[in-house]
T-cell receptor, first 115, second 111 residues
Framework: NAGVTQTPKFQVLKTGQSMTLQCAQD?????MSWYRQDPGMGLRLIHY???????DQGEVPNGYNVSRSTTEDFPLRLLSAAPSQTSVYFC??????????????FGPGTRLTVL | KQEVTQIPAALSVPEGENLVLNCSFT??????LQWFRQDPGKGLTSLLL???SQREQTSGRLNASLDKSSGRSTLYIAASQPGDSATYLC??????????WGAGTKLIIKP
């Protein structure tokens, strides 16, 4: 199992550009989520999904879109990048029906800089 | 609103010591609490998960306890090693999948 994979690992954008961060998991987890991590702060939830076709907003959803067309993939789209979106982005997955229950598996992260 | 606090923000101890990391939360209505480890520039690795009905969980030299009534969890690390150096984060799941995170404790184990 590859677990949770994220691409790219690093990205530099100019203000106003758009891009998609990719996330995939091969554990058949129903739950997937996107977080951002800023220095000195805990992770903050951007969007999450409890299954294919179902997404919902987290704590900081503005400026981001998600979709979940398959169980495996959960891409995060930045619509018009702003310097405030400079951060490290993590994707995670878990299952509430298969063991180990609720254990969160994280991808390696994408370090995004917006100039 | 649920808030999660981890104190201290940083901790440096000599190798071999037993140590305790603290996590406090303001709302006792939680589904579970999880402890994670994060190495510099890396993703997070789950260490221990305690369901709301449990009091503690153990894995090797790690032991995590949960006291919902007081809003506290502790992560006990026995016989610390330099390889334990990392940032340790706790997160509370209020049952709606929206985990609430502490800012972490940066642990340095000196050889």
């Amino acid at each position: 199992n590859a677990g949770v994979t994220q691409t790219p690992k690093f990205q530099v954008l100019k203000t106003g550009q758009s891009m998609t961060l990719q996330c995939a998991q091969d554990m058949n987890h129903e739950y997937m989520s996107w977080y951002r991590q800023d220095p000195g702060m805990g992770l903050r939830l951007i969007h999450y999904s409890v299954g294919a076709g179902i997404t919902d907003q987290g704590e900081v959803p503005n400026g981001y879109n998600v979709s979940r067309s398959t169980t495996e993939d959960f891409p995060l789209r930045l619509l018009s990048a702003a310097p405030s979106q400079t951060s490290v982005y993590f994707c995670a997955s878990s299952s509430r029906s298969a063991p180990p229950l609720d254990t969160q598996y994280f991808g390696p992260g994408t370090r995004l800089t917006v100039l | 609103k649920q808030e999660v606090t981890q104190i201290p923000a940083a901790l440096s101890v000599p190798e071999g010591e037993n140590l305790v990391l603290n996590c406090s939360f303001t709302d006792s209505a939680i589904y579970n609490l999880q402890w994670f480890r994060q190495d510099p520039g890396k993703g997070l690795t789950s260490l221990l998960l305690i369901q709301s009905s449990q009091r503690e969980q153990t894995s090797g030299r790690l032991n995590a306890s949960l006291d919902k009534s007081s809003g506290r969890s502790t992560l006990y690390i026995a016989a610390s090693q330099p390889g334990d150096s990392a940032t340790y984060l706790c997160a509370v799941d209020p049952s709606n999948y929206q985990l609430i995170w502490g800012a972490g404790t940066k642990l340095i184990i000196k050889p």
